[in-house]
């Protein structure tokens, strides 16, 4: 009997040994997945459009870095449709999202969907457009807006030889004329981008060196609904018309704020008689957009902001990460980006200035593109 009982005993300490190693062996397996607590579970991303090849790139990162990281994904884009978007939110809600990454439509639209987001205790991540009107915006990653545009107020000055490359006035006098143009005035980020460069070139305006030749200086005049590049296009060809029509007067430089709006405006001067080689205007970006790059490689548009989605991407799911596991992100910013309810920490990178010399160098070199890919 005493036996009996000592084997027994023996028999199930080892089955409790088994089961141990069996349930230790499936803990590490599913760690090594990447799949362990806090890595599982639903992250909806919401973007714009995919008309723009940036938003395509930037969803991609994201996806993918999120599903390695181990979570599933659902990847929406709205085709700049405000109701669309809002109601692919929802749906992300309702599908019981963990948290969700949104570059908004418009910046302002949001606030219901985002208290339902609140309710369902979901973190939101504003994406490189701050979402407007909401304490319910957890965190924000995005560039150093103001820096974007006083980058490409600084360009649009290097390209018509106001500064030398050392960022030193040369002293010439003009006039040049230039227009201006900015991004949708309901993205938050358009007027960031107008104040900065505004800042550089305002000076330059009052003492004479660059003349706005249509008068259209401000804001909500020279702003572009949606961005859309048909828009800056019809404006400019208009501008063109009645300003320029003389047979002697031409635009020098154009600002724009992002690489389609400037594709249109390349598209207007160019069916105005305007040739590259021959006062073709100094015309800026934003995006480092495939077709835009080769634009400045040919010599049609002289810069752009490159603005690496990668990395955008890795602050983003990296914040994301942060709160599902009770962490606090890393910002770098806590002061800039109020967006009318509270102050959103932000993290904000670097945008570099791309002119043809450093097509190699920044985008190539970079893994950007590949050298194919531009002059393939
Ligand atoms: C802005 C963004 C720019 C550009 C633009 C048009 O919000 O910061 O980089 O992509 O939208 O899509």
Do not use: H
Not at 62 to 80: F, M, N, P, R, W
Not at 185 to 211: E, R, S, W
Not at 351 to 363: F, R, S, Y
């Amino acid at each position: 009997m005493k036996k009996k009982v000592v084997l027994s005993l023996l028999a199930s300490a080892a089955m409790v040994v088994s089961l141990a190693a069996c349930s230790s062996g499936s803990s590490s397996g599913s760690s090594t997945d990447g799949a362990a607590a806090g890595a599982s579970g639903l992250i909806g991303v919401a973007m714009p459009t995919k008309s723009s090849e940036r938003w395509i790139a930037d969803g991609n990162s994201i996806k993918q870095q999120l599903e390695s990281a181990g979570y599933t994904v659902d990847l929406e884009y709205a085709e700049d449709d405000i109701p669309t978007q809002v109601s692919q939110l929802e749906n992300m809600i309702t599908k019981g999202a963990k948290a969700l990454i949104v570059a908004s439509i418009d910046g302002t639209t949001l606030t219901n969907t985002l208290q339902n987001a609140k309710d369902n205790n979901i973190p939101v991540i504003a994406y490189d457009r701050l979402i407007r009107d909401s304490e319910n915006v957890d965190y924000y990653a995005t560039f150093d807006n103001e820096k974007v545009g006083t980058e490409q107020g600084t360009s649009l000055l290097t390209g018509l030889g106001i500064l030398d490359a050392s960022g030193k006035d040369t002293g010439v006098a003009g006039p040049f004329n230039i227009e201006l143009f900015a991004g949708s005035p309901d993205d938050n980020n358009a007027t960031f981008f107008f104040k900065g460069a505004m800042a550089v070139l305002q000076p330059y305006i009052d003492k004479g060196t660059l003349v706005v030749k249509s008068g259209q200086t401000d804001f909500n005049t020279v702003a572009t609904l949606r961005w859309d590049p048909a828009t800056a296009q019809s404006r400019m060809e208009n501008i063109l018309t009645s300003t320029y029509s003389d047979g002697t007067t031409k635009v020098n430089g154009i600002l724009s704020p992002y690489d389609g709006i400037s594709r249109g405006l390349i598209s207007a001067v160019t069916s105005a008689g305007y040739t590259v080689g021959a006062s073709f205007p100094i015309i800026t970006g934003q995006d480092a957009e495939l077709d835009s790059v080769k634009a400045i490689n040919g010599g049609e548009q002289y810069s752009t902001i490159y603005k690496d989605t990668r990395e955008l991407a890795k602050v983003a799911v990296a914040m994301a990460s942060a709160v599902l596991e009770g962490k606090t992100p890393e910002t770098n910013d806590d002061k800039t980006y109020d967006n009318g309810k509270k102050v959103v920490p932000a993290e904000l990178l670097q945008p570099v200035v791309v002119t043809k010399g450093d097509i190699k160098k920044v985008l190539i070199d970079g893994g950007y593109y590949t050298d194919a890919q531009i002059n393939g």
